[in-house]
């Protein structure tokens, strides 16, 4: 029987990335992608405690169907900056500017990306959008919803410019992510590592970075024209000066649509990661899940007029766009049977990640499949704009890319801290976050069902039974996180050192040290064993966490 | 079946014809939905059961997928999502061919009221009343931004817009107060736009109809609104031709468009004519027609295509005889000619 | 003469080489959508209005337009002879060169002032406003007037960016910094000067000629 040789991640002699430089400048302006890594992550995830916190407030809000604790405006414009935030600076960077970024060069043999100084920009371009979004806050926000449908948002008498500018500029952050991502997986891939080799993490950065990068422009130039149109009544997209309001719609949704699939598609190739690391088995079907990801990021993008069934279209343009939202839809039920199926046969070990991951697969398959119910036309027309929309995109959204970033926060904590969390509390979390998710958002579908429409401040008496348990069930899932928080803070500085490889996993990252050293690798990385072989033993020695 | 499914998913009873068809395609799409989460469910935990860690084993076969067995999940998939998708297109296709013999409604949408204009000269606000049994065709346009009218127990819904007229039919099986729901954002009073549609047994609509029909029909007040416009500067109701079409035998025929096009000379088309006159010209005469937009209140526009209605089998009165209008040919001039151009 | 010395995250020159290249031409790509959704909504107005589009484009300034055309197309022949200057280590020659296609870039800027100055004479601005959209009313005229000067505005920025990149590219020249193993960063530089250029070639036909 054949022993694979030492992998290199044994305790390097040099310092980890973390403990190289110290002062705050050192962080601040770093090149080191880890480092980025690490500001992004926080920077996102203060964005997820804000937009978290005006979710919370809309749902005490709606504890009653009358007014409750706050005015209507207040209300609309809450929703619309828990929409804002929640998309632009949480979502859309959260796993590939702070996974991504960590782990990308890491995964491909590589010491860095191919623009370091491009990716510290990257970062303050970033903060200084969510800036711009914070200032527009201050001077009273806005209330348009996150989809600024014009003629409204031309004419709401509200803080439009300045949010449509944060967005632009957190826009801009974007693309040039997307660009260097793109570049560095072609040209920095150690010697030997072909494309068909590569982690399915990595294939996953890569097909978002593509989306980022077409996709976001149009997005740019929808927003440029509303805050021309908003400022100085050039009337592009306003009727009453001989715009076309739907045109907006159309451009708006030929991003938005694509920036979904911005969304999911790392939350994805996290889960690809944790199913082959914890059941140490290789992926059903790589290349399954590889043309997976390259056909959600082609075919995403001519599915946008699906959310504007009832906007005025013709039935030919609804069909089409019908069609090709099946189409798209496959491709994710392709991964979801590959990754059972990667289960068979494994050696499952179960822990947090891998919880998380099947609180994913759950939440994904009903958010996939609602949004396939949506995809149907005849059966859009009910649920459009109602709560049935918005439970299917918080179940994809939450239930899918938040989970995922959980999961992904779980499983690679050792390696980026080099410590471990205690596993009770994190099954705890586990349990309270997926229980509460539920709560919160199955109510939702039976709303929307009814009838409910979504952006409305009060409702009719007779959903408020549903409403109650939406908001005790938004509760528990607030909980869940900040024990969530609580108790990774707690191993931050008390839990036990990991290994380089706690969780026995064959792929790249897990053959340096737990955290790395700053150039990622002390000495030549050990690629020659695939990231996804779990037929050659290793040394006992590194088989335990 | 239906009845228990809407009872448990929280379905409003349905109301209309499109109700049935689709709820029972919501019911087949729920139910594998859930039929398939199930067994995947069951398969994952089996999996983790069935190859939990052993201690001291740490590596695991390759199993690489079976090319058929990929092959027949994903066409099976694609099959039953092209399954609903038919279904689901063909009655959004129904849903969007407004049947012969439907009753016409207008309506306006505006920051936060609907307004209902019925054929026979009443007005409603807020509360629409119409007969059971009988197709209702909704001719709405927008005063401000965009609104959308939903009725749940209809399963319909179509945005207003602002500058345009959209369309919207159903057929009410069953007499009841239904809600009528704004779903799309508007403002400050979104939540608050509501109404509600009545839906009256035969002969209760009858009397709706007599004791609501007011002193003019709506034709007449269409009459008055297009002399009030001075709309008879440019087009006659005896048929002869002038600086405009003639409105006589106009609605419903099929005009010919100075692009070629051929289109019917509907309502939609007729309120796009006032309030975007150059979007479709009818060949043979000059885009000199000025937008009404704004200066046409739209229970105004709505009479005046009633009155156009009225004149659909003739000539209402007899008039004067015009003279000859030399209709200026359609060359790519900048320069529009003719003193009635703005 | 110095090596040249690449960057600490790439392994060689040549590898620097190939991913800025590789990372001009993804970034074009996103120009290039921007641009799209502008060109998608000429389209859509010119659908809906095709009349007022016609008369829009009959009022245009053709001479400045045209004018505007040779300038671009000259100077973007300029910039493709300074890169091969620069390949062939004729600093001089590339410096020249790129001192031109600078100088006919500035002149498009100027004579595109000169063109919204005119139009600005004739009472035309963005948005409708403007005396003359009293005595032209077709409907549609003003969307394709705000459309012009919303396209023609974002490409004169792209150009400032673009002569501000060749710019310093020449200023490294000058002072020796970039010599022909570091031609590459001169190539991205007249790709995005190129990129400049395709969007004009296609935004004159709609705008001037159409």
């Known amino acids: 029987m054949t022993v694979a040789s030492e992998p290199s991640f044994l305790p390097a002699a040099e310092p980890s990335f973390a403990r190289a430089h110290t002062s705050i400048r050192s962080w601040l302006l770093s090149t080191d992608h880890k480092r980025i890594g690490v500001l992004y992550f926080f920077a996102t995830t203060l964005s997820l405690a804000l937009g978290g916190v005006f979710a919370l407030l809309l749902r005490i809000e709606h504890l009653t169907p009358g007014p409750t604790v706050m005015s209507a405006m207040t209300y609309n414009r809450l929703f619309t900056l828990h929409g804002v935030t929640m998309v632009w600076l949480f979502m859309i960077p959260s796993i590939p500017a702070t996974f991504g970024n960590f782990l990308l060069p890491i995964q491909i043999g590589a010491s860095e990306v191919a623009f370091p100084r491009l990716n510290l920009l990257s970062f303050w371009i970033y903060v200084l959008g969510a800036a711009f979004v914070l200032l527009a806050m201050w001077l009273g926000a806005l209330d348009t919803g996150w989809t600024f449908y014009t003629p409204y948002s031309v004419h709401s008498p509200s803080a439009v410019v300045p949010t449509l500018i944060g967005i632009f500029i957190v826009g801009w952050s ?31 950065i890569y097909g978002t970075s593509i989306i980022q990068v077409l996709a976001t422009p149009v997005l740019g130039l929808s927003l440029l024209i509303v805050s021309l149109d908003h400022a100085f009544a050039w009337g592009l997209f306003d009727p009453a ?204 579908f039976l709303l929307g069902n009814a009838g409910m429409p979504r952006r409305y401040y009060e409702y009719p008496e007779r959903f408020q039974l549903l409403h109650v348990a939406s908001t005790l069930g938004s509760w528990v899932l607030a909980a869940g996180l900040l024990l969530t928080v609580g108790y990774l803070g707690h191993a931050l500085w008390f839990g036990r050192r990991a290994s380089g490889n706690p969780w026995a996993s064959r792929c790249f990252e897990w053959r340096t040290s737990s955290p790395p050293p700053e150039k990622n690798f002390s000495a030549q990385p050990e690629l020659g064993l695939d990231a996804y072989d779990y037929t050659t033993p290793w040394p006992a020695s590194e088989e335990r966490a | ?275 975007d006159p150059a979007a479709r010209v009818v060949a043979g005469y000059a885009p000199v027609m000025p937008t009404y937009f704004g200066s046409l209140d739209s229970s105004e526009a709505a009479a005046i295509v009633a009155y156009i209605r009225s004149l659909e089998q003739g000539p209402s009165s007899p008039s004067v005889r015009l003279p000859e209008v030399v209709v200026p040919p359609l060359v790519a001039s900048s320069e529009p000619k003719g003193d009635l151009h703005p | 003469m110095n090596s040249v010395r690449h960057a600490a995250q790439f392994q060689s020159l040549a590898q620097q080489d190939h991913a800025t290249r590789l990372g001009m031409w993804v970034f074009l790509g996103s120009e290039l959508l921007l641009f799209a959704g502008l060109f998608a909504l000429y389209a859509a107005g010119r659908v809906a209005h095709p009349a007022a589009f016609h008369e829009g484009v009959a009022h245009a300034e053709k001479s400045i337009g045209s004018l505007n055309t040779a300038v671009l197309l000259t100077s973007s022949t300029t910039v493709a002879l300074a890169v091969e ?94 010599g022909g193993e570091r031609a590459y960063v001169l190539e991205n530089a007249a790709l995005y000067w190129h990129l400049v250029d395709l969007i004009w070639i296609f935004l004159w036909p709609l705008y001037y000629l159409a």
């Open chain 1, 174 to 204: 974007t693309i040039l992510t997307g660009v260097n991502f793109i570049v560095t997986v072609h040209t920095m891939r150690a010697r030997g590592l072909g494309w068909m080799r590569l982690p399915l993490f990595t294939w996953a």
């Open chain 1, 241 to 444: 000066r001989g715009g076309d309001p739907v045109l907006y719609q159309h451009l708006f949704w030929f991003y938005s649509h694509p920036a979904v699939y911005i969304m999911i598609l790392p939350a994805m190739g996290v889960v690809s990661e944790v199913i082959s690391t914890f059941s140490h088995k290789n992926p059903y079907s790589y290349k399954a899940i590889v043309y997976s990801t390259l056909g959600i990021a082609f075919v995403g993008f001519l599915t946008w007029g699906h959310h504007m069934f009832v906007a005025g279209m013709s039935v030919f343009d609804a069909g089409a766009f019908g069609a090709l939202s099946m189409l798209v839809a496959i491709f994710s039920a392709v991964k979801v049977f590959t990754w059972v199926s990667t289960l068979s046969k494994g050696s499952i070990v179960l822990a947090t990640p891998l919880w998380y991951v099947f609180g994913f697969l759950i939440l994904f398959m009903f958010g996939g499949m609602t949004g396939v119910a949506v995809a149907t036309m005849s059966l859009d027309v009910h649920w459009h704009d109602t709560y049935f929309v918005v439970a299917h995109f918080h179940f994809v959204m939450v239930g899918g890319t938040l989970t995922a970033w959980l999961a992904a926060l779980h499983y690679w904590f050792p390696k980026v801290t080099g410590r471990l969390y205690s596993e009770r509390w994190g099954l705890l979390g586990f349990a309270l976050v997926f229980s509460g998710f539920f709560g919160t958002f199955v109510p939702q």
């Open chain 2, 1 to 275: 079946m239906l009845r228990w499914f809407r009872m448990l998913f929280r379905l409003p009873p349905g109301a209309s014809s499109f109700a049935d068809g689709v709820d029972t395609l919501h019911l087949f799409l729920i139910g594998s939905t859930l039929l398939g989460v199930l067994l995947l469910s069951l398969l994952t935990t089996y999996f983790v059961l069935r190859y939990r860690e052993r201690s001291g084993v740490r590596t695991t076969p390759v199993v690489l997928a079976s090319g058929t067995g990929e092959l027949l999940l994903v066409v099976g998939t694609l099959s039953l999502f092209v399954l609903w998708w038919v279904i689901g297109y063909r009655q959004y296709l129904s849903m969007r061919r407004r049947p012969a013999g439907a009753i016409t409604v207008y309506v306006v949408a505006k920051q936060w009221m609907w307004k209902f204009s019925h054929e026979n000269g009443a007005l409603e606000n807020n509360v629409l009343t119409i007969p059971v049994g009988r197709p209702v065709e909704l001719l709405m346009t927008s005063r401000d931004v965009i609104h959308s009218f939903f009725l749940p127990a209809m399963r319909v819904k179509q945005d207003v817009l602002p500058g345009r007229f959209t369309t919207l039919w159903f057929k009410p099986t069953a007499p009841g107060r239904y809600s009528l729901f704004c779903a799309e954002y508007c403002g400050i009073s979104h939540s608050a736009m509501l109404g509600e549609v009545r839906v009256l047994g035969a002969e209760e609509y009858q009397r709706f109809l007599a004791d609501s029909s007011g002193a003019h029909s709506l034709a007449e007040i269409g009459r008055e609104a297009a002399l009030k416009h001075a709309c008879f500067s440019c087009h006659t109701v005896d048929g002869q031709r002038h600086i405009g079409p003639s409105w006589s035998r106009l609605y419903g025929s099929v005009v010919t468009l100075s692009n070629g096009e051929q289109v019917s000379a509907d309502a939609a088309y007729l309120t796009e004519s006032m309030m």
């Open chain 3, 85 to 178: 200057s620069l390949r062939r280590e004729r600093r001089a020659a590339a410096v020249t060169l790129l001192s031109i296609t600078i100088a006919l870039g500035a002149a498009f800027f100027c004579l595109k002032l000169a063109e919204y100055g005119a139009h600005f004479r004739a009472g035309i601005y963005p948005g409708g406003a403007g005396s003359f959209f009293v005595s032209h009313g077709t409907p549609g005229l003003p969307l394709f007037w705000t459309l012009y000067f919303v396209t023609t505005g974002l490409h004169a920025v792209h150009v400032c960016v673009g002569l501000g990149v060749l710019g310093l590219s020449a200023q490294a020249i000058a002072r020796g910094k970039m």
